[in-house]
Structures are given as structure tokens and as C-alpha cells.
């Protein structure tokens, strides 16, 4: 790990002040950044420890909606009763990603703010466009098994790992930031970015800038909903892929679809056009399966990851049925149903 | 370590250069530490306080040997800067026995053979002892899901299973 000097900020100003100099790293959980140090992929000149800001609360929105701190821990989030009850796509994609030891550090902004596991991203002997612009990516044509078909440049074919953020964009969340220039709130979808000719950006995020909170709407679609995740062990794993699917039935037909796919690209991957195929529809194989090759359009294997595209499609399928049924996928027992 | 022309000492805590004063109750005993930042907790109870019963394997965060309680939380001490935890109580594998007395889960893991080369055990202990205070696991399913961070490449998965249950079945207090 490099030397670097340490700040603990004592309010939300001084931090954003602090981190919007250049190479200036916040640090929340740091299960993700002290990693990415040890490895020298990450070299900050300073960390801005905001551990002590107030922002730690989960919190009832007017119209009922539901205020999840940046600093709340993946576990309080998961375990609170009104995430629990009334978001219970959310508290299953929670529990379904990393350990529990992980999850009583990481908080919610931190896991936004997370890096891909791509292993040329964390192998410095490597060329990576992410790592370093411009050197090259070691995944077009090496080993890529876990990376992106959907929405990949030639530069880059990095997935964003997060579970937590499949079921954020599934229900449409909104991240609160703030920074230098105040704060704002951005619609979940616009968060992350694809990787382009920029592929070192993983979001939208300005210099400086620090997630304060994420906002989850009123409807929390807690009755038929489904976080479905694919890995090669059951526990403790990255997905190859997942599925988050949320659904509004009224009178047996759907009213409002949301499929967000997790392991695919480079952000959490929704397409309109596709929900909207099973609007006014009854829950039935033939829509699913319309849904689902709409969803996948234009996916492109690397070779090794081309599994994932049969794999995603049945996913999808498979859990928007899940959804339909009320019978959410257990992240204890690991049976696919 | 050398620090760079201009490189600013860190403001709210101290005005020495390259080291942060800290306080930790480890163990149940108070301690004031000047610590380098980049100085992990495990780092720190392994070298500097010499507890070395807290376990490096990875140190990334993915094996869950050098898992320690942080104000009764289980963590991996190994992704967590010590100069972040001031004023925090921190339990590790020394500190759960009582009056020479094993704590409860380590009197289950010798019962139930629950270790092979032992280099899991204190990770796996610490990490169970955070399960319980958790309330969440109610099933042997629960257990081993929720065990998962813990890695044991002797692969005594069943009998560590089997320990924590007994405990877990005895309602032992956090």
C-alpha cells in the first residue's frame, strides 16, 4: 500500500472540500478501496475518512418512500424491518452479495461506488483502459469468462458486480449526491455509465462529488418481486448473472413490469421496450420469453462468458415467473425453483 | 516514512506527522496507540499488540480468518484502517474467554472436532460469536449460509456447523 494522508472529516462541507482535490479518495467501509490499495490499483495521495458524518440513517420520505443513508451498512440496510417488509427485492439482493462479515463494513454509497472484479482491472501487471487509459484490454480475447455481453466498448468489457445495485435499478431508485457545486439527486439509471471511450468513469459522478443517500419510491412492489443470482458456488460469489424482477398484477394481467439484469455489463442492465412487452399481458411462458430475448438484444459474447447469453435469457424467464407465482427466490436455501 | 513537501498533516486529530493517535478497547483493556494510517487492525493486533491469535490469510477480505468483533460486530479486520475505529471496542479470539473459562464456542468446537490445522478457528469462532449476537440464523441452512465468509481449506464445514448449532441451540448470550 502506498503512504497517504489521512483526514477525518468532521461535516459533510469539509469533506466534499477535501475530495474534490486531485487523487483524493473518500473512505467509508473500505472493503472495496484498501483492497484495491493492497493492490496498488488504487494509489491516493489522501483518504477523506467520512465515517463520522451523519449519514447513517434510514429514514421515511413524504409519500412514502424510504431515505437509506450513504452510510448505513449493507447489514442494517438488509435487516431493517421497513427494508425487510416493504422492499424485500432490495433485502434479498443484499444478503445475496458478499459475506456477513463484509456486509457489517460496506456501506450502501460504497457499494454504488465499488470497482469491477475484472482480473486484468486488479492485476497491475496487466494492460487494463480502466486501470490505466489507454493501455489496452487484456479481457478482449483472454480470460472472460465473467465478463460483459451487453452494452461493452472495444475498450472495455467490464461487469459492475453489485447485487444491492440490480434491485436499486429494478425499483428505481434515486442517488442523492452532494458536492462542490450542491447537491442533487440522480434517477438510478443514469448513475452508472457504460464504458465507451471512457471506461475509467464508472459513474456520473463530478469531482468531488459524495452520495449522501439513496431514495427508494413509494411503491415498493413487495408482493411480487424475485432477486435471482447465478454463480459457481451457492454463497460468497459474484454473479455470472442475475436477475432482479419486480411486478405490479392487478386483475391477472401485468401492470407494470421491471427487469434489471445483474453480471451482464457494465451497469445494472434495464430496457424499457422490453418491460413494456408484458404490460396488459397475463404472466404466461410466451411473455416471459418475448421479455426476455428483448431484454438481451444486441448481446455479444467474448468467447469464454458466451454461456451467458442462454444462461440470462432462462434466467429471466425463470424469474419473472418466480415474481408472478409470489415465490421470491431464498438466498438461504439456493434451490431454484 | 518520508513525507512529501506540502503533503498536509492530518487536521482533527493531531499536528504529528505520519502518525494518528488512536484509542481502542481491546479486549476489555484501554489503549492509546499512535498509529500509521495505513496501518490495518489486523496488522496492528498482530504486530503491534501481538495478539496473534487473529489469523492473516488472505488479507483481502475473502478467507474470513483474521475476522474480529468490531463494537460486537464481525468484520475482516484485515480491510479495516485502524486509524478509522477510534474509540472502538474490539474483540478478537483472546479476548472471548472468561476467568479461565472457554468461552462456549470454543468449548463446542473442541467437542464437535471442529478444526483440523486450527488456522480458521479463531476467524471461525469470532465470526460465529457475531452470528449469534446477529439473532438472523434460526436453521442448520441459516448457519452455513450465513458461516460463508469463513473459509476452512480442511474442509471441517459439518463439524464447525455442528458447534455453532449446539451454541446457537443453547441460547448462549452475545
Known amino acids: 500500500m502506498n503512504r497517504f494522508d489521512y483526514v477525518r472529516a468532521g461535516g459533510l462541507n469539509e469533506a466534499v472540500r477535501e475530495g474534490a482535490a486531485d487523487n483524493v479518495r473518500y473512505l467509508a467501509g473500505g472493503t472495496n478501496l484498501i483492497d484495491l490499495m493492497k493492490e496498488n490499483v488504487e494509489r491516493p495521495t489522501r483518504l477523506v475518512d467520512i465515517n463520522r458524518l451523519p449519514l447513517s440513517a434510514i429514514e421515511e420520505l413524504d409519500g412514502g418512500g424510504l431515505r437509506l443513508g450513504a452510510l448505513a451498512t449493507n447489514a442494517d440496510t438488509a435487516w431493517d424491518d421497513r427494508v425487510a417488509k416493504r422492499y424485500p427485492l432490495l433485502a434479498s439482493a443484499i444478503l445475496a452479495g458478499a459475506s456477513p462479515q463484509l456486509r457489517n463494513a460496506a456501506t450502501n454509497g460504497g457499494n454504488l461506488n465499488q470497482r469491477t472484479r475484472c482480473y486484468y482491472f486488479y492485476d497491475t501487471a496487466t494492460p487494463c483502459n480502466k486501470r490505466e487509459p489507454g493501455s489496452g484490454c487484456g479481457a478482449i480475447g483472454g480470460v472472460n469468462r465473467i465478463h460483459a455481453i451487453l452494452g461493452a466498448s472495444d475498450q472495455c468489457i467490464a461487469t459492475h458486480p453489485s447485487d444491492m445495485c440490480v434491485a436499486l435499478a429494478a425499483l428505481g431508485a434515486s442517488v442523492r449526491v452532494d458536492g462542490p457545486d450542491g447537491a442533487r439527486a440522480i434517477p438510478f439509471a443514469d448513475y452508472h455509465r457504460l464504458p465507451g471511450d471512457e471506461p475509467w468513469r464508472d459513474n456520473n459522478l463530478q469531482p468531488g462529488e459524495l452520495v449522501t443517500a439513496i431514495d427508494l419510491p413509494a411503491e415498493d412492489f413487495s408482493t411480487h418481486y424475485t432477486y435471482l443470482k447465478l454463480r459457481d458456488r451457492l454463497s460468497y460469489a459474484f454473479a455470472l448473472v442475475s436477475v432482479a424482477v419486480a411486478l405490479r398484477i392487478e386483475g391477472g394481467t401485468i401492470a407494470d413490469a421491471r427487469i434489471a439484469v445483474g453480471g451482464v455489463a457494465h451497469k445494472p442492465w434495464r430496457v424499457p421496450t422490453a418491460e413494456s412487452i408484458l404490460h396488459g399481458e397475463a404472466p404466461g411462458q410466451n411473455a416471459f420469453l418475448a421479455a426476455a430475448h428483448a431484454v438481451l438484444e444486441g448481446a455479444v459474447g467474448q468467447g469464454e462468458n458466451d454461456f451467458k447469453i442462454p444462461l440470462a435469457r432462462k434466467a429471466i424467464v425463470r424469474a419473472l415467473r418466480q415474481a408472478a407465482d409470489a415465490t421470491p427466490q431464498s438466498q438461504t436455501d439456493k434451490r431454484v425453483a | ?174
Not at chain 2, 513537501?5 to 482533527?12: F, H, K, Q, S, V
Not at chain 2, 495478539?51 to 480468518?65: F, M, N, P
Not at chain 2, 464437535?112 to 469470532?126: E, K, N, S, V
Open chain 2, 1 to 174: 516514512m518520508d513525507q512529501a513537501e506540502g503533503a498536509l498533516a492530518p487536521r482533527t486529530a493531531t499536528e504529528a506527522i505520519g502518525t494518528i493517535p488512536v484509542s481502542l478497547r481491546i479486549n476489555g483493556r484501554d489503549r492509546r496507540l499512535d498509529i500509521e494510517p495505513w496501518t490495518t487492525l489486523l496488522d496492528l493486533l498482530r504486530e503491534g499488540e501481538r495478539l496473534t491469535g487473529t489469523k492473516k490469510g488472505c488479507d483481502h477480505g475473502q478467507c474470513g480468518a483474521c475476522t474480529v468483533l468490531i463494537d460486537g460486530k464481525r468484520m475482516n479486520s484485515c480491510l479495516k484502517l485502524a486509524v478509522t475505529l477510534d474509540g472502538a471496542e474490539i474483540t478478537t479470539i483472546e479476548g472471548l474467554a472468561s476467568e479461565g473459562e472457554l468461552h462456549p464456542l470454543q468449548q463446542a468446537f473442541i467437542d464437535h472436532d471442529a478444526f483440523q490445522c486450527g488456522y480458521c478457528t479463531p476467524g471461525q469462532i469470532c465470526s460465529a460469536q457475531g452470528l449469534i449476537s446477529e439473532g438472523k440464523a434460526h436453521s442448520r441452512e441459516d448457519v452455513r449460509e450465513l458461516m460463508s465468509g469463513n473459509i476452512c481449506r480442511c474442509g471441517a464445514y459439518p463439524n464447525i456447523v455442528d458447534a455453532v448449532c449446539e451454541v446457537l441451540a443453547k441460547g448462549a448470550k452475545a
